[in-house]
């Protein structure tokens, strides 16, 4: 394949991706407007956002399958256009339930393109670009639902809610066009099986733990009575991956115990990051009474500082390794928890700048290294499940830290203290990623 080849396959799906993740996020800072527009409550609305983070979650098992059932092109092309049927149908929408349909339609393409181009990527160049390569492929994925806020803050600054699925839809067609006249084929077809009812139990079982965690406040026992219910069809999920010979998710490569450690990481980061930029609308516009654009306009320095370090540290990772750079990451998510435990409904604007920051840049460095070193070590034939399980298991913790985090936000006396409960698992998350790291190291210095 020639260089010309490559660089205009890789610019086109890393544009697919980066929309597809940029549309993860556009609803946050519009969660406000919808629930005016549809007169619906938070616990209802927030799901256009955890919603979204779910199913990109559940379908990444089938994304490795999809990945060698059909050709290259004819995935790509297939994605795009479903995407853009989906988008279409939230434009016209004049309903909750039909745009939430449409949202939850985009995340099953978006979930799918997502690891489709990862793998896709890493086939296309040598292993000794893959930290350089994964590094801008992580600064794509973090980059996107990190401007989201930002962007749709200008869009309903300018336009109405409306304006988050056409802009969406326009960037789209041109990928599709592009797709259709110069993407080559990779791969060709193979019959490959896929397990429905693993799908199903994943999907049924995630929705309901998340449901009921949406619902504990206002219904308990129901929401307890979910959470339990959904926990046993995981536990049957799991059990049915351990027994089957060509399992939806290979559960078994966290017998690998790098591969394990790393993913853990990557989902309480994520979870961290999710979280984080649900909860910030919510205070700037809902109490501090702030327009979407100056929401955005406050969340973009994190976002560009996270667009900045993304591919630099995937850089550095292929030079230096995890070992200098992992520690720097943990620090400054720390650091974070302290301007944002001093954040209050009338704090002035350049703590919240800056406690975002400070937090974004660390997830950034920490998403980039433990991602490249979970992949790392993986034969070719491999390499798709394992880079499958990361990614589920990352979008799955996302919509967990997203749902947590708004459930301390409505349980709260009062705001301030509902955004300090969450800021709050914020920091036993991050504690727990130091432990992990902890144990790496010293798993690291056995072998040695």
Not at 63 to 70: G, I, M, P
Not at 116 to 138: C, E, H, N
Not at 163 to 186: C, K, Q, R, Y
Not at 369 to 396: D, I
Request: hydrophobic residues 55%; contains cysteine; aromatic residues 8%.
């Amino acid at each position: 394949m020639s260089k010309t080849t490559r660089t205009l396959l890789s610019a086109t799906l890393l544009v697919a991706v980066f929309t597809a993740l940029l549309n993860q996020t556009v609803m946050i800072t519009a969660l406000p407007v919808i629930m005016k527009h549809f007169n619906i409550t938070l616990s209802s609305a927030q799901w256009l956002t955890t919603g979204y983070v779910l199913i990109l979650g559940i379908v990444t098992p089938i994304s490795a399958v999809l990945y060698n059932r059909f050709s290259t092109r004819k995935l790509f092309i297939g994605l795009i256009g479903v995407f853009i049927l989906a988008t279409t149908l939230g434009m016209v929408a004049n309903t909750y339930a039909l745009v939430l349909i449409a949202r939850l339609v985009q995340a099953a393409m978006g979930g799918i393109l997502m690891t489709f181009s990862q793998i896709a990527l890493i086939d296309l160049f040598p292993a000794s670009k893959r930290g350089t390569i994964l590094g801008l492929f992580s600064m794509v994925i973090s980059a996107g639902p990190a401007i989201g806020p930002t962007f749709s803050g200008l869009l309903l600054k300018l336009f109405t809610w409306r304006s988050l699925f056409t802009v969406v839809l326009i960037i789209m067609l041109l990928v599709l066009i592009i797709g259709i006249i110069a993407l080559p084929n990779v791969t060709t077809d193979h019959q490959v099986y896929i397990d429905w009812l693993s799908v199903t139990l994943s999907f049924v079982g995630m929705g309901a733990v998340l449901m009921g965690i949406s619902d504990l406040q206002s219904s308990p026992l129901y929401a307890t009575v979910l959470i339990i219910a959904g926990a046993g069809l995981l536990v049957w999920f799991v059990r049915r991956q351990l027994k089957s010979q060509t399992p939806l998710l290979n559960v078994r490569l966290f017998a690998q115990g790098t591969f394990t450690r790393m993913s853990l990481m990557v989902m309480l980061t994520f979870a961290i990051m999710m979280g984080t930029e649900t909860i910030l609308p919510l205070l700037l516009e809902t109490h501090m009474h702030l327009s979407s654009m100056d929401a955005g306009l406050i969340m973009l320095p994190g976002a560009l500082i996270n667009l900045i370090l993304a591919p630099t540290i995937g850089r550095l990772y292929d030079r230096y390794g995890i070992q200098k750079l992992l520690p720097i990451g943990i620090a400054l998510l720390l650091l974070s928890v302290v301007p944002f435990f001093m954040v209050t409904t009338t704090s002035p604007i350049w703590l919240i700048v800056i406690a975002y920051l400070i937090r974004m840049a660390g997830c950034a460095i920490i998403t980039s290294v433990t991602v490249a070193k979970a992949l790392a070590g993986f034969a070719a034939n491999e390499l798709s499940h394992a880079t499958a399980l990361n990614n589920t298991v990352r979008q799955v913790a996302g919509s967990f830290g997203n749902a947590l985090m708004v459930w301390a936000l409505s349980a709260g006396t009062s705001f301030n203290f509902g955004f300090h409960t969450a800021i709050l698992l914020t920091l036993i998350a991050i504690i727990g990623i130091l432990v992990i790291a902890w144990i790496n190291t010293r798993a690291r210095k056995t072998l040695q």
